[in-house]
Nanobody, 121 residues
Framework: QVQLVESGGGLVQAGGSLRLSCAAS????????MGWYRQAPGKQRELVAT???????NYVESVKGRFTISRDNAKKTVYLQMNSLKPEDTAVYYC???????????????WGQGTQVTVSS
């Protein structure tokens, strides 16, 4: 069974930075797309950024130029470096990993437990 452990959230002033991490553990053959999502109070969960196994990245427009997603395949970890944070970035951030247990096997999606990011003005 795969477990995802997120870390790195917290309280920061506007203009500050945080780095989120999401590490997977378990018997994994490969991790394909990794992503970060966020959910603010009263709002739907939204995609923030994704990175493919070929390291192709995609960002929601509101974070382009401020956030950077990266991955370390050896550590089974995805990161989200968040700079120039704004109060509107306040949300619970979730990682999502697409995992295969065998070559050619089906893909399973797993969510992290979420980590709170609060940006004060």
């Amino acid at each position: 069974q795969v477990q995802l452990v997120e870390s790195g959230g917290g309280l920061v002033q506007a203009g500050g930075s945080l780095r989120l991490s999401c590490a997977a553990s378990g018997s994994i053959f490969s991790i394909n797309t990794m992503g970060w999502y966020r959910q603010a109070p009263g709002k739907q969960r939204e995609l923030v950024a994704t990175i493919t196994d070929g390291s192709i990245t995609n960002y929601v427009e509101s974070v382009k130029g401020r956030f950077t997603i990266s991955r370390d395949n050896a550590k089974k970890t995805v990161y989200l470096q968040m700079n120039s944070l704004k109060p509107e970035d306040t949300a619970v951030y979730y990682c999502k990993l697409h995992i295969r247990y065998s070559s050619g096997g089906r893909e399973y999606a797993y969510w992290g437990q979420g980590t709170q990011v609060t940006v004060s003005s």
